[in-house]
Nanobody, 113 residues
Framework: VRLVESGGGLVPPGGSLNLSCVGS????????MAWFRQAAGGRREWVAT????????HYQNFAKDRFVISRNDAEKMVFLQMNALRPADTAVYYC???????WGRGTQVTVSS
């Protein structure tokens, strides 16, 4: 399993970012994929999950109405569009193939003015 996240950066409060993740080494189109995040000194927490095509995604309460998870199976990619970002969203964001224990390196998101 290999997962490579990208798209993080520094944005002001209220800004947007679109995170990307490329997966390989497993059957991507049938994989349940998720995003997690971990703030400095905090525990890793679940953000959103997207099942294989045809099933509805699920979101943590803080992500509802602001974040959108999506996937492109042809490209073996999963995305997290984040809008109306807050300083509390500052964290390293990781994508996850939920049937695997593997974690990628993540991508840093910093929300600050």
């Amino acid at each position: 399993v290999r997962l490579v996240e990208s798209g993080g950066g520094l944005v002001p409060p209220g800004g947007s970012l679109n995170l990307s993740c490329v997966g390989s080494g497993f059957s991507f189109s049938s994989a349940n994929m998720a995003w997690f995040r971990q703030a400095a000194g905090g525990r890793r927490e679940w953000v959103a999950t997207i099942p294989p095509v045809g099933e509805a995604p699920h979101y943590q309460n803080f992500a509802k109405d602001r974040f959108v998870i999506s996937r492109n199976d042809a490209e073996k990619m999963v995305f997290l569009q984040m809008n109306a970002l807050r300083p509390a969203d500052t964290a390293v964001y990781y994508c996850k193939y939920t049937a695997s224990s593997f974690w990628g390196r993540g991508t840093q998101v910093t929300v600050s003015s």
